[in-house]
């Protein structure tokens, strides 16, 4: 039965195209075009690579609102014209209709050879900026402040913690609790000393040796807001900076810790120039304070430039929950290809809280070698998991739903496409904001409290007052009594939220690789005390069980059970599969010095060629950079065995060397405070690979004793089997074992 369209005409601004027939999607709810007429305000500006209908898909999924045929055309008409146009430069004709957008893709015909089109909706504004956006294979990353990225403290906030603390151990008995508290009570003292002679001197002595402070420009913002001079010290060693969030007024000084690794996530961000992911900041701070701290997390403004940054850091009221539409109020990104990193869970909507990566609280003063504990830091995990986001998504683009659009045609449907890419899909979301019960060891809280930030900075940003130290409880927790903030939680809960997350995350890439299949299923045991247990199950086999007080704790012990009985079938594989790319976690360690993934960035057949359309196999920047990590991690492994027992390599950061042009790196490596190695390169990787080939080098030619070492405990050692050659090798099949 033939169907019957409506019959329309199509314009372009005045201009009359031709006749058209449309077809509606679901006639129920189907509008029609006012007056029957198809006016169409303009073409989309052309995409570089991606098709249309792949773009509008992943933005805005199954959107088909009716299908356009013309009736009849020749070579020359205009609808031909349009049609040509939109097909051959990869554009679509846009039909404004209140706040959405009604976007005629040009689609090619199995049946009829006329001008033929799927009309589908996208939010007005988000098609042109999502596009450029996946032309580019990136997406957008959202930072919290406060706990995440940085801690601060005045000089209020400080008394007021340490009064806290104080009482604490007047009122403890345990001499470990004593001990415990005692060395975070000195630490809040230490900094409070320097931050005193920073207000009171502009400069402290650091290890003895006095640091002045330096001028620091702010560049002027949009909106009438002016440059600023602010007087800063920044002690690199030891991740500290001093700064006043008004210049003029001494009483606005805080003491910032900022986040161990954080250089290393920032560089993943912008390597080489190429930006992975935009930078938000999502925060409940005051603005003035928010855009200090940012601006000392990124001082060269890579991450976020000047012009944008008023619109980039969203600062929300304190009470209210974070939202990714707040954060996109200008309609450049679509929360599905955003992810956050976040402290907290629970403050964002129910509907963006799968696309949070919940990092464990910050707490230099509480649990200071607890960020380098583990053997991957904690902003190197999260920079793991952005890698893996990133690719994952993209890998879903190019190899699932763009080869289908591809073979689409007009008389498909919208139902014939698969589902679309979600950062979501890629992402472990667990919160760690919980508290542990009958923990009596709280920690303080060490963030910033935005409900007390807006008052007393605005205050101080007028000038016309003297504020009291009091007055700045800028971005700082202040208690009353014991009183603690809802965020607080204890160690333990911490530890457990990193170990699940990199356990989890660790046997979920292992399985990636490997082809394999993981399941987390929850069982019923009938124990007493009524803790839950869960079951991992590898390609329908079980590997590893895992009990405790809480799913979430269970779920990470059965993970790392898991990991432990997987070590040594899988191992043998591994170690010679350069496609195994994840360190830091015992034996599986096969990354870089920093527990970093290697950076697979999106599968060779996920990226673009630069000369022609997909499919995608050309090799690209990504490989050079993924073949110099893995050259590092095998350069790496040789150093560590010709190390004595205790000994380690260390990267020192020197900078840029003047001698050179702008963009290279350079790094010295030492061992035990002796420099054996120098590397200069286009990234930190290729600097620190020059550096430790040079390390290797040395170590080899000499005769040191720890070279005997490793040829004593090489013949104490049965010698292995050679292994066979990769091609040969397959994945082990997982294997349940009864050490659990």
Request: charge should be negative; include cysteine; hydrophobic fraction near 35%.
């Amino acid at each position: 039965m033939t169907r019957v369209g409506i019959k329309s005409v199509v314009y372009h601004g005045d201009s009359c195209l031709g006749d058209v027939e449309v077809f509606p999607a679901k006639a129920k709810n189907f509008q029609p075009f006012p007056n029957k007429e198809i006016r169409i305000d303009r073409l989309s500006p052309p995409s570089e690579r991606c098709l249309p209908l792949a773009v509008i898909h992943t933005i805005s999924p199954f959107s088909l609102k009716c299908k356009i045929q013309a009736k009849s055309a020749t070579e020359q008409s205009p609808l031909t014209h349009l049609y040509l146009s939109c097909f051959q430069e990869l554009k679509t004709a846009v039909v404004s209709v209140g706040n959405e957008e009604l976007h005629l893709i040009a689609m090619p015909s199995k049946v009829e050879k006329v001008p033929s089109f799927w009309c589908c909706a996208v939010q007005a504004g988000l098609y042109a900026s999502c596009m450029a956006m996946l032309n580019l294979r990136c997406l957008a990353i959202v930072f919290d402040l406060d706990e995440t990225l940085i801690v601060a403290n005045t000089m209020k906030s400080f008394e007021d913690k340490i009064e806290v603390l104080s009482r604490r151990i007047d009122d403890e008995d345990d001499p470990v609790r004593v001990s415990g508290m005692s060395a975070e009570l000195k630490r809040y003292l230490e900094d409070k000393e320097l931050l005193r002679q920073y207000i009171e001197g502009d400069s402290v002595l650091d290890g003895g040796k006095p640091i002045t402070i330096q001028n620091e420009e702010v560049p002027a913002l949009p909106g009438g807001h002016s440059s600023l001079i602010r007087p800063i010290i920044r002690l690199q060693e030891r991740n500290i900076v001093l700064t006043r969030i008004n210049p003029e007024i001494r009483d606005t000084s805080v003491l910032v810790r900022l986040r161990p690794a954080w250089d290393d996530l920032k560089s993943y961000l912008t390597a080489k120039g190429r930006k992975r992911f935009e930078v938000y900041v999502c925060t409940m701070a005051e603005r003035d304070y928010a855009l200090e701290m940012w601006r000392l997390l990124d001082p060269e403004a890579n991450l976020i430039c000047s012009k944008q940054l008023l619109d980039r850091v969203v600062c929300v009221k304190s009470g209210h929950r974070k939202s990714l539409l707040q954060v996109f109020q200008d309609r450049i990104f679509h929360p599905k290809m955003a992810m956050v990193i976040d402290d907290r869970m629970k403050v964002w909507d129910d509907k963006d809280q799968l696309r949070v990566h919940v990092v464990p609280p910050f707490a230099p003063y509480y649990a200071p070698q607890a960020e380098m504990a583990n053997a991957v830091p904690v902003l190197c995990v999260a920079r793991n998991v952005a890698c893996n986001v990133r690719g994952g998504f993209f890998k879903e683009f190019d190899e699932n739903l763009y080869q289908r659009v591809v073979e689409l045609c007009y008389e498909n449907e919208m139902a014939d496409l698969p589902q679309a890419p979600d950062v979501s899909h890629y992402l472990f979301s667990e919160d760690s904001g919980a508290i542990l019960n009958n923990n009596r060891d709280i920690p303080l809280s060490e963030a910033t409290n935005g409900a007390e930030v807006e008052p007393s900075l605005k205050i101080a940003s007028s000038g016309n007052q003297q504020p009291e130290q009091h007055q700045l409880q800028s971005s700082i927790s202040s208690f009353s009594g014991d009183e603690l903030t809802v965020n607080q939680e204890s160690t333990d809960s911490r530890d457990m939220h990193t170990g699940a997350t990199s356990y989890i995350t660790a046997l979920q890439e292992i399985a990636r690789i490997c082809g394999w299949k993981v399941e987390f299923k929850s069982v019923m045991r009938n124990h007493k005390d009524l803790q839950f247990s869960v079951e991992v199950l590898i390609s329908t086999q079980k590997i590893g069980v895992g009990s405790g007080r809480t799913r979430k704790e269970a779920k990470m012990q059965a993970a790392e059970n898991s990991l432990r009985n997987l070590e040594d079938d899988y191992l043998a594989f591994a170690s010679s599969d350069r496609r195994v790319v994840y360190g830091g976690l015992g034996k599986l360690s096969l990354g870089g010095e920093n527990g970093f993934l290697k950076d697979t960035d999106v599968a060779p057949a996920s990226e673009f060629s630069e000369k022609e359309d997909p499919p995608f196999n050309s090799k690209t920047e990504d490989f050079v950079e993924l073949d110099v990590l893995n050259k590092l991690s095998a350069v790496l492994s040789c150093v560590k065995e010709l190390c004595m027992e205790g000994q380690s390599l260390v990267f020192q950061d020197q900078g840029l060397v003047s001698t050179m042009s702008k963009g290279h790196y350079c790094f010295q490596a030492e061992i035990d405070g002796k420099i054996l190695g120098k590397g200069v390169g286009l990234s930190i990787e290729e600097a620190k690979l020059k550096a430790a080939e040079e390390t290797l080098k040395i170590l080899k030619a000499s005769g040191d004793l720890s070279t005997q070492k490793h040829l004593h405990s090489s013949r104490s050692r049965p010698t292995p089997s050679p292994s066979p050659p990769l091609s040969q090798q397959q994945p082990p099949l997982p294997n349940e074992k009864t050490s659990l």
